[in-house]
């Protein structure tokens, strides 16, 4: 990954398997959104190629890529909801775009959705009148609105209060569960990584590359990599970790 001559990382080279929970860490400026973002395909790699499936993404066509980026939803650090809709309509507008269906069965998916976030109710609220965690939960709702097989967090705890962030790590982790939905997932937060995490990588911030990929807990215990056991030994008991099992 680069901007014209500056490197932000190189040789990157690990596989997310179906139905993990993956998370992208490492120190602040080490270019975990902007893998993301290349994940995604709003960036190019400067080398190298992202496989999805089979097939090679970076390598795809317009149409191709569309037709996969169907398959995902995205959160994003501030929920990115529209301010002029209501809940209801921020939730309805992919189905609206991707789906044909009428009016009542899209209205009580759009509840179905909010209430799996544990929004229901608040439908006809704007999202100026809730609170940030329930924005990120509103934004989730719309994210699994399309049924997604892979779910992209950028940060989700960001700007949450210990309690909220600890609410949204409990979701994803149901979500991932009960819906059988692959999450893809960047933060720097050790609480969250070690609550949700069934495998991840962490972004080597001084050799621009990675340090290491596996579970966190056995990073944080046997990696042979003094960067990633000092992050991940920062003031975290190992007694304290909650992370589920794969």
């Given at each position: 990954m680069?901007?014209g001559d500056?490197?932000?990382m190189r040789?990157?080279?690990?596989e997310?398997a179906?139905?993990?929970?993956?998370?992208?860490m490492?120190?602040?400026?080490?270019?975990?959104?902007?893998?993301?973002r290349?994940m995604?395909?709003?960036?190019?790699p400067a080398?190298?190629?992202?496989?999805?499936?089979?097939?090679?993404f970076t390598?795809a066509?317009?149409d191709?890529?569309?037709a996969?980026?169907r398959?995902t939803?995205?959160?994003?650090?501030?929920?990115?909801l529209w301010?002029?809709?209501?809940?209801?309509?921020n939730v309805?507008?992919?189905l609206e775009q991707?789906?044909?269906?009428p009016p009542d069965?899209l209205d009580?998916?759009?509840?179905?959705k909010?209430?799996?976030?544990?929004?229901?109710?608040?439908?006809?609220?704007?999202p100026?009148?809730?609170?940030?965690?329930m924005?990120?939960?509103?934004g989730?709702?719309?994210?699994?609105?399309?049924?997604?097989?892979?779910?992209?967090?950028?940060?989700?705890?960001?700007?949450?209060?210990?309690l909220?962030a600890?609410?949204?790590?409990?979701?994803?982790v149901?979500?991932?569960e009960?819906?059988g939905?692959?999450i893809?997932?960047?933060t720097?937060?050790?609480a969250?990584?070690?609550?949700v995490?069934?495998?991840s990588?962490?972004?080597?911030?001084?050799?621009?590359?990675?340090?290491?990929v596996?579970?966190?807990?056995?990073?944080r215990d046997?990696?042979?990599?003094k960067?990633?056991?000092?992050?991940?030994?920062?003031?975290e008991?190992?007694?304290?970790?909650?992370?589920?099992?794969?």
């Amino acid at each position: 990954m680069a901007f014209g001559d500056f490197v932000v990382m190189r040789d990157l080279d690990f596989e997310i398997a179906r139905g993990d929970v993956f998370v992208i860490m490492g120190a602040s400026g080490c270019g975990k959104s902007t893998l993301l973002r290349h994940m995604l395909g709003l960036l190019e790699p400067a080398s190298g190629s992202i496989w999805i499936d089979g097939g090679n993404f970076t390598g795809a066509d317009p149409d191709e890529r569309d037709a996969f980026r169907r398959k995902t939803g995205v959160l994003f650090q501030s929920g990115a909801l529209w301010s002029a809709m209501t809940l209801r309509e921020n939730v309805a507008l992919p189905l609206e775009q991707h789906s044909a269906l009428p009016p009542d069965e899209l209205d009580a998916l759009v509840s179905l959705k909010l209430s799996l976030v544990g929004l229901a109710g608040y439908e006809e609220y704007y999202p100026s009148e809730i609170s940030g965690g329930m924005r990120k939960r509103a934004g989730l709702a719309r994210a699994i609105a399309l049924d997604p097989e892979i779910l992209f967090f950028d940060e989700p705890s960001a700007g949450l209060d210990p309690l909220s962030a600890r609410r949204l790590d409990e979701l994803i982790v149901e979500l991932a569960e009960s819906l059988g939905t692959t999450i893809v997932l960047v933060t720097h937060e050790l609480a969250s990584i070690f609550a949700v995490a069934t495998n991840s990588i962490f972004l080597d911030v001084e050799t621009r590359t990675q340090g290491a990929v596996g579970p966190p807990e056995w990073l944080r215990d046997h990696s042979e990599t003094k960067s990633v056991r000092t992050f991940l030994n920062r003031g975290e008991s190992p007694a304290s970790s909650t992370r589920r099992h794969p």
